[in-house]
């Protein structure tokens, strides 16, 4: 995808928030059942309005049976002009649960940028500039350092490849990931795509 990628600290006042991004989508971390209670979801419902949360939850009930994993995600219209899709991609099965012990924020960041994969195949061109919060920054207590450098793993993983679905992105992350704890402090890890290329690849 060509375009613009904008990442902002999680907010509750309007001024530098995501509202104020003119992009194609913005990108919330929800819960599995995409209830927007809190946090960033809260300020989206209140912005597009409460069928925003119908949308996400329908999504959620017709792709996966009503509870949407970690690692998984939904595009839905917003009904607004700007932006035109919202991503719902769940970094906590509950709300406000502390998932700084976790691969949550990778795992969402990059199941995100998967569905803007999957939009773009099926309408080319429809997402082509994205704006995201800091994933689990807030909420789900992940410092701000590790909470960047999980998101640009998962940025770094939608410029390498396009999942044939969820559950093969998940099994890559957590196979990859699952001992970043013992690499050197601050290194930035980079995901090894799987050596099968789909023919969407972008």
Same mark, same amino acid.
């Given at each position: ?9 999680? #907010? ?9 991004? @003119? ?7 929800? $819960? ?5 209670? *809190? ?10 309005? @409460? ?13 996966? @049976? ?22 719902? !991609? ?7 649960? $502390? ?20 939009? $773009?195949?099926?309408?080319?061109? #429809? ?21 960047? $450098? ?5 940025? !770094?993983l939608f410029h390498d490849?396009r999942f044939d679905d969820?559950d093969d992105l998940r ?14 402090? *601050?290194?930035?890890?980079?995901? !090894? ?10």
């Amino acid at each position: 995808m060509a375009g613009r990628v904008r990442r902002h600290s999680r #907010s509750r006042d309007p001024p530098g928030s995501i509202l104020d991004e @003119a992009v194609d989508a913005w990108v919330t971390p929800t $819960n599995s059942r995409g209830r927007m209670d *809190g946090g960033v979801d809260a300020v989206i419902k209140r912005h597009l309005g @409460a069928g925003i949360q119908l949308r996400v939850q329908r999504a959620i009930r017709a792709q996966f @049976a009503g509870s949407l994993p970690v690692g998984s995600a939904v595009c839905v219209a917003s009904g607004a002009v700007e932006p035109k899709f919202l991503i719902s !991609t769940p970094t906590m099965e509950q709300s406000s649960q $502390n998932v700084r012990e976790t691969l949550n924020v990778a795992l969402a960041s990059a199941a995100a940028f998967q569905a803007v994969h999957l939009q $773009n195949a099926e309408a080319p061109g #429809s997402i082509r500039s994205v704006a995201l919060v800091g994933m689990g920054a807030r909420t789900g207590r992940v410092p701000a350092r590790v909470c960047a $450098n999980l998101m640009w793993t998962g940025y !770094t993983l939608f410029h390498d490849f396009r999942f044939d679905d969820y559950d093969d992105l998940r099994s890559t992350v957590v196979a990859q990931l699952d001992d970043i704890d013992g690499g050197p402090a *601050g290194e930035r890890v980079r995901i !090894t795509p799987p050596q099968r290329r789909t023919a969407g690849r972008r």
